[in-house]
Each structure stands twice: as C-alpha cells, then as structure tokens.
C-alpha cells in the first residue's frame, strides 16, 4: 500500500539527516507498535489500546498523540511493556518528518498530519489537531530530502525541528469580522481541548482588563496613601507597610479569581 510505501522512503530520510540534524525532547514513554515506525514519525493513539500507537494520517488525526524519537534523544525515558516498542514524546523539540503536501512550511507554521501515513504537512485552513510548530523552513530542498506521490502530485520530504505540542488548531483568517490572533485563538483551544467561540475569548479578554484596571487603581491608592501617612507620622510606618501588605494580598485574590473566571468563560 501507498501508506507503507510512504513509510519505507522516509526510512531514507532518517538515515541521511540522523548524524547532521538531532532531536531534543524533555521526555519519552514507550508504546508498542504493530509495525516498524522510523524516528520522526508522527504517531496516534491506538484505538483499540491506549498502550499502543499508529502512524499518524488523516484518518486518525484526531487520536495525534506525540512523535517518535530515538530512546538516546529523550531527557528522560520511560518504558512501557511488551516488544515492538517505540519512544513517543509529547512535549520539547523534535525533528519531525514533514511534506510540501500542503506547500512550503514556514518557521512559526502549526504541523498536522498528511495523508501519508507519520509524515506531517502544514495547517491549512480547516480546524484540525497539530503536532505542534515548525522551527525551521522546509520547501524540498536540502540534505536528505525524498519523493512520495500524492494522486497526481509529487511531494518532497524531509526533517525539521518542531516544538512538540497536541492541540487543536483553529484557523481564523477570513471567518469572522473581527480579529482574533491566531495564536490566542490556539492557546484557547489548548487550554479548552475543544474548539473555543472567538466572542467567548474576547469576553474573558474584556475580564482580564477590568481586573488589571481595578488592581493598578487599587494598588496606586495604597501605595499613594501609604506614603502620605508615613510623611505625617514616621512611626506608624510599620502599621501602614502590614496595611499595604493586605492590599497586595487582596490584589492577588482578584487575580486568581480572574483567572477562574476567564477559564470558566473559555471551556464552558
């Protein structure tokens, strides 16, 4: 099948940029596997067993977990049971294998998996879940760089550096009248684990700044005040200085409870 023929190529690529382009990740935990799946590749929960991992494609997208590293890369490693394993991580930086499928990739660019069973491409328009973002330009050129086709389109591929992160990407340009940053549509998204209604980012923006206003007015007062009473009576300063403590207790509540507001208006 063209899937396994896709996975057999990229095996070259391994190969090719392994001494020349590292991978760098904070930890690992073993899965089992079916079949052999090369370092870079990215992977999906089993959905049969939570225990084991696929290449990841567009049929599972929604089960993307992490991306295969060599067991040497990882800070620190965790096995899993049985053979057939692979090292999986989910956080830190990675090479990651990744196509021109969906055309040049860009550094800051979301990565999402490719019809090509564990090759990444580039997020495109659609909501989807991404593996995380590139940190380096890919066009199909350089060291190590193979061909797969996809129908009648011949795509190129190789590795790049990726901060690892699991989420769910949102694209927002051209859908709403009013702007949302990509990147705090994705941070919602992240935070949410599900796809986030801009207006509900915008309300518990709105939250974030009454609070910060109140605080800074809060906190000009009291220290205002502060400084008055102690020019007027230098031995109070002991009581004034526990009295702006209280102030600074207080300022910090209305931030938690700020925070509890804007992630209750986010995952609701």
């Known amino acids: 099948m063209r899937h396994l023929r896709g996975l057999s190529q990229v095996a070259v690529v391994i190969v090719a940029l392994a001494a020349s382009a590292p991978a760098w990740a904070s930890l690992s935990q073993g899965f089992a596997t079916s079949a052999s799946i090369p370092p870079g590749s990215l992977v999906a929960l089993d959905a049969n067993s939570s225990g084991s991992v696929d290449a990841a494609d567009s049929l599972n997208v929604n089960r993307l977990f992490g991306v295969v590293v060599p067991p040497s890369s990882a800070s620190v490693s965790l096995s899993g049971t ?3 394993q692979v090292q999986v991580v989910t956080s830190g930086t990675a090479n990651v294998l990744v196509s021109t499928a969906d055309g040049d990739i860009q550094v800051g660019d979301y990565i999402t998996v490719s ?26 050129t350089g060291d190590g760089v193979t061909q797969d086709t996809i129908g009648n389109a011949q795509v190129d591929i190789g590795q790049i550096p990726v901060v690892i992160g699991v989420s769910t ?96 208006v986010i995952v609701r």
């Open 82 to 84: 049985g053979s057939g």
């Open 115 to 140: 019809s090509i069973a564990g090759v990444g491409e580039k997020a495109g328009a659609d909501s989807t879940r991404v593996v995380g973002t590139a940190q380096a330009n890919f066009n199909g």
């Open 169 to 264: 990407y949102t694209s927002t340009a051209g859908k709403q009248s009013y702007v949302v940053p990509n990147w705090l549509q994705n941070l919602s998204n992240t935070l949410a684990g599900k796809s986030v209604s801009p207006i509900r980012i915008i309300i518990a923006g709105l939250i974030l700044l009454v609070s910060l206003v109140s605080i800074t007015v809060l906190l000009y007062a009291a220290v205002r005040n502060s400084i008055i009473s102690i020019g007027r009576n230098p031995l109070s300063r002991s009581s004034v200085l526990r009295g702006l403590l209280q102030v600074v207790l207080i300022a910090g509540g209305i931030l938690a409870l700020t925070a509890g507001a804007m992630y209750l």
